[in-house]
C-alpha cells in the first residue's frame, strides 16, 4: 500500500462545477504539497501547507493533521484546469518526500 | 532568464551512449532535485542537493550520476542505460532543502524526456 493515496484517479467535469481532490496518508508529515502537471509534463507547485486552510484565486487546499487527510478544491472549474494533479508529502522520519499517482482532472464546456 | 530550465528537452540515446542533462535555476535557492517519472507511475526522487551536498540518494542505479558544481546548477550523467530508463526527468529547486520546516516549495523545470533505444 502507498503511503500516499488520491482519489479519485480520474475526474471528468463540467465546466462551472466544484471539484473535490482528496489525498491521504499513513506516516507522520511535516508538509504536504499539492503540484498540477499539465500535458507536456510541466509541473506548477500550488500549495505547500502543513495546517488549515490556504486559498488561491479559486483554488483551496485544506489539511486535517489528525485524520492524515487534505483536499484541494477548484472552484468554477474551467477547462484550463484540466491536468493531473498531484499530492506530495514531507515524511518527517528521514526527511523524504513521497508522492501519491495523482488524479487525471478533466473539465469539458 | 527566470525560474528553472533545463536542457535538453528531448533526447534519445542508443544504450552505450553517454550523455548528460543538465538543469539551471536562476532563484537564488540552495536545494535541488532530479526526479524520474515514469509513465503510469508517480513521480520518484532519484537526487537532492542541499548547499551543493549530496543529501539523498534513493537507491538509484550507479549508471545515473549526478554532480552539482554550484547551488545554480545541476548535471545527471547517463550512460550504459537501459530502455526501461525511458521516462521524463524532471528538475526542481527550493529554498531550502524539503526535508527541513522552512520554505520548502519546489519550482520544477519543464523536464527533459529521455529515449533509450
Known amino acids: 500500500k502507498n503511503e500516499v493515496e488520491q482519489s479519485p484517479q480520474n475526474l471528468t467535469a463540467q465546466e462551472g462545477e466544484f471539484i473535490t481532490i482528496n489525498c491521504s496518508y499513513s506516516?507522520?508529515?511535516?508538509?504536504l504539497h499539492w503540484l498540477q502537471q499539465h500535458p507536456g509534463g510541466g509541473i506548477v507547485s500550488l500549495f505547500m501547507l502543513s495546517s488549515g486552510k490556504k486559498k488561491h484565486g479559486r483554488l483551496i487546499a485544506t489539511i486535517n493533521i489528525q485524520e492524515k487527510h487534505s483536499s484541494l478544491h477548484i472552484t468554477a472549474s474551467h477547462p484550463r484546469d484540466s491536468a493531473v494533479y498531484i499530492c506530495a508529502v514531507v515524511v518527517t522520519s528521514g526527511s523524504r518526500l513521497t508522492f501519491g499517482e495523482g488524479t487525471q482532472l478533466t473539465v469539458n464546456p | 532568464e527566470t525560474g528553472v530550465t533545463q536542457t535538453p528537452r528531448h533526447l534519445v540515446m542508443g544504450m552505450t551512449n553517454k550523455k548528460s542533462l543538465k538543469c539551471e535555476q536562476h532563484?537564488?535557492?540552495?536545494?535541488m532535485y532530479w526526479y524520474k517519472q515514469s509513465a503510469k507511475k508517480p513521480l520518484e526522487l532519484m537526487f537532492v542537493?542541499?548547499?551543493?551536498?549530496?543529501?539523498e540518494n534513493n537507491s538509484v542505479p550507479s549508471r545515473f550520476s549526478p554532480e552539482c558544481p554550484n547551488s545554480s546548477h545541476l548535471f545527471l550523467h547517463l550512460h550504459t542505460l537501459q530502455p526501461e530508463d525511458s521516462a521524463l526527468y524532471l528538475c526542481?529547486?527550493?529554498?531550502?532543502?524539503?526535508?527541513?520546516?522552512?520554505?520548502?516549495?519546489?519550482?520544477f523545470g519543464p523536464g527533459t524526456r529521455l529515449t533509450v533505444l
Open positions: 542537493y542541499n548547499f551543493k551536498e549530496q543529501t
Open positions: 532563484l537564488g535557492h540552495n536545494a
Open positions: 526542481a529547486s527550493s529554498q531550502e532543502w524539503a526535508g527541513t520546516s522552512g520554505n520548502n516549495e519546489q519550482f
Open positions: 506516516v507522520g508529515i511535516s508538509a
